[in-house]
């Protein structure tokens, strides 16, 4: 038996998973690509040969996976982690999916007397490899807590926001905000720009005042450096703002800003950028000005 099981080691879950190895905790772990699962082996984990192996080994089942689909194939599907976990394991879904799909899966497990958390994460991969996530947790208080420990490995900040759903309406809230300040920051140094200013001085000049902000500190800098290695893809956000306004429309609410960003990033994805960072939103707004985000020729 592993204390954790870990599935999906992809740009997120393999550090989390590595800080979890860190940490003392001992790890069974499984992915669809073989790549990353002897990374993690050579680090010390074990390897399950499928979700149910890895539900089979743990008493805790962390899953870090794309979208809502994803969860459901690995944790409801064939050979799926409910194939394999026995009463009183906790599933820990860390991915960032639709709240709707966290309670069907949440009431598949425990109508199987397996609990269940969703915990989305927000700091993309730098946090992820520092263990300094924020965490917004979902899900009963008694399970939380069995939980919370190995959580705390994870990240900085570990907040349980209600009951099973709520870590993912939290998770959409931030990306919401995120979006719309990439997009916003875009629009402002493509002006200075425009207007012949030194995009790093205006940078400099703001960032300690009202509009200085996380996204604002490391997102300038890979905009003014024209690095757009993902970081964190403009289709996996495309992915959050969808879930976002499809909650919004369940329950009447009007998102236009949401709804402007993300069509952006439909515009992104089909311009073939779908892999890029999300701070690559500000190549729009360039595209509609006719002119680059850098620095000045010397
Ligand atoms: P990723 O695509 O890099 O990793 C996903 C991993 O899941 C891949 O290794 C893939 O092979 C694996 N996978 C897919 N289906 C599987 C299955 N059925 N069984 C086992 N493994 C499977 O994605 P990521 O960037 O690590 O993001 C993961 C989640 O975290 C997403 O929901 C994303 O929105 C969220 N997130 C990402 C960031 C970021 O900056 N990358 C930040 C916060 C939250």
Redesign the pocket.
């Known amino acids: 038996m592993a204390d954790i099981g870990f599935?999906?080691?992809?740009?997120?879950?393999?550090p989390m998973s590595r800080n979890l190895l860190k940490a003392g905790y001992s790890l069974v772990v499984?992915?669809?690509?073989p790549g990353?699962v002897a990374e993690l082996v050579d680090a010390g984990a074990a390897h399950g040969a499928s979700?149910a192996a890895v539900a089979s080994q743990a008493e805790i089942v962390i899953t870090?996976?794309?979208?809502g689909p994803?969860v459901e194939?690995?944790i409801l599907?064939a050979g799926g982690v409910l194939e394999g976990a026995r009463p009183g394991t906790v599933v820990v879904d860390?991915?960032?999916?639709s709240p709707t799909v966290s309670q069907k899966v949440g009431a598949a497990c425990e109508a199987k007397g397996v609990d269940f958390i969703d915990a989305?994460?927000?700091?993309?991969?730098p946090k992820?490899i520092d263990g300094t996530?924020a965490i917004m947790a979902g899900g009963k208080p008694e399970v939380f807590a069995r939980v919370e420990p190995v959580l705390q490995k994870m990240g900085s900040s570990v907040t349980l926001t209600g009951a099973v759903g709520a870590g993912n309406v939290t998770?959409l809230a931030n990306q919401i905000m995120v979006a719309c300040n990439i997009a916003a920051m875009g629009e402002a140094l493509v002006l200075a720009t425009k207007a012949g200013l030194d995009p790093e001085v205006v940078f400099n000049a703001v960032k300690g005042g009202l509009a200085g902000s996380t996204v604002l500190n490391a997102k300038a800098p890979m905009v003014i450096s024209r690095n757009f290695k993902?970081?964190?893809?403009i289709n996996?956000h495309e992915?959050?703002l969808r879930n976002a306004l499809q909650a919004a429309e369940a329950m009447k609410v009007s998102l236009p800003f949401t709804s402007m960003a993300q069509q952006i990033l439909i515009a992104l994805m089909n311009d073939g950028k779908g892999n890029l960072d999300h701070s690559a939103i500000v190549t729009f707004i360039e595209q509609m000005a006719g002119v680059e985000v850098k620095k000045p020729q010397a």
């Open positions: 599935i999906g080691l992809g740009i997120m879950g393999k499984y992915d669809i690509f990353p979700c870090m996976l794309p979208d994803e194939t690995a599907g860390m991915s960032s999916i989305p994460v927000s700091g993309g991969e992820a996530l998770k993902p970081g964190f893809r996996l992915k959050d």
